[in-house]
């Protein structure tokens, strides 16, 4: 494995965008097709999940995702980015959903107090 000379390729990046600017070099582009809100419905339902589970996974209240799927307003930032997530791996945030679970209180308790008597002995 060869070092890096990152100098080097930091120079050679500057040399790239000057000849891209005096129009001697084209640039490589790649255009994401990110998800919009006439595709939450579609993402949602592949994960199997119901409105309140999926708003609540994505973070935005259920009103919000409902506005989504009624197309009233569009996703930003990185609610799209897990949107695309969700729609390229849905596999992998169901396991995500999954894994994040909300514990019973029952449980959370326990699991404290329990701390709570190791900590004092």
């Known amino acids: ?14 040399e ?15 255009t994401v097709e990110m998800p919009k809100a006439a595709d939450v419905p579609a993402i949602r339902k592949e994960l199997g999940l119901s409105q ?3 708003a ?4 935005v209240s259920l009103g919000t995702l409902r506005n989504w799927e009624q197309e009233r307003r569009e996703p930003h930032g990185p609610a799209r980015a897990l949107l695309l997530v969700a729609s390229k791996q849905p596999a992998a945030v169901r396991a995500a ?7 019973s209180r029952k449980v959370a308790y326990k699991k404290r107090a329990t701390h709570a008597r190791r900590k004092a002995a």
Do not use: D
């Open 1 to 14: 494995m060869s070092k890096r000379n990152i100098g080097q390729e930091i120079i050679q990046g500057l």
């Open 97 to 103: 959903f999954e894994a994040a679970a909300p514990v």
């Open 52 to 54: 309140p589970e999926f």
């Open 16 to 30: 790239e965008i000057k000849a891209w600017k005096r129009g001697e070099l084209k640039l490589k582009t790649h």
């Open 56 to 59: 609540g996974f994505m973070g």
